[in-house]
């Protein structure tokens, strides 16, 4: 498993409901699921250069 940096994230309610149900759809944790996006707007915006996203890959789908 890769080093994981560990912090406190704070939702609002709303939010972290349509969340959770998302990461159930997708059969995945939330903390999972919010690894996931946020791994995918990385690579989408460009900034994760191609050898970091191709070494991490798309193995949390």
């Not at 560990?6 to 903390?31: M, P, T």
């Not at 690579?43 to 949390?60: F, P, Y």
Request: aromatic residues 6%.
């Amino acid at each position: 498993m890769p080093d994981k940096k560990k912090f406190a994230l704070r939702l609002n309610i709303e939010d972290s409901k349509a969340l959770e149900k998302w990461a159930a759809d997708e059969y995945r944790s939330l903390n999972g699921q919010i690894e996931y996006l946020l791994h995918q707007a990385l690579v989408e915006s460009g900034r994760l250069k191609k050898k970091d996203a191709k070494d991490k890959g798309n193995s949390k789908r």
